[in-house]
């Protein structure tokens, strides 16, 4: 159950978090930060109250499958894992309306401006 919980606990929560300001980052810096006009700030790029839900909904699901998993209660364990993914697919939402939304500030990175 310790390893079980130091896996789950650590890795998995500790490496999201550290994803969500590193992707934004890297977002923001190839697409934003060479751009001359007003840019984004990177911390705009993530949603912080979808953060906050998949947080929640991750953290409850490590506790729910190892608790779940101690108790040797398989509905436990189920609902912990669907407390995970549940937030992991909020998480690459994220992801995906971050880099979806890349230009929206600086439309101008796209196309090629052709002087006559």
């Known amino acids: 159950m310790y390893g079980e919980l130091t896996l789950l606990a650590w890795l998995v929560i500790f490496i999201t978090g550290i994803w969500y300001r590193l992707f934004a980052f890297l977002i923001w810096l190839h697409f934003y930060g060479r751009a001359g006009t ?3 700030q990177a911390a705009e790029l993530v949603h912080p109250g979808i953060a ?10 490590v506790t729910l499958l190892v608790s779940g998993t101690a108790a040797t209660s398989p509905t436990g364990a189920r609902a912990g894992a669907a407390g995970i993914l549940a937030g992991s697919i909020l998480v690459a939402g994220q992801y995906t309306r971050i880099f979806r939304d890349r230009n ?3 439309p101008s990175m796209n196309t090629l401006e052709v002087s006559h």
């Open 104 to 106: 929206a500030a600086s």
């Open 52 to 61: 906050w839900v998949a947080l929640g909904l991750i953290t409850t699901g």
């Open 38 to 40: 007003r840019v984004r």
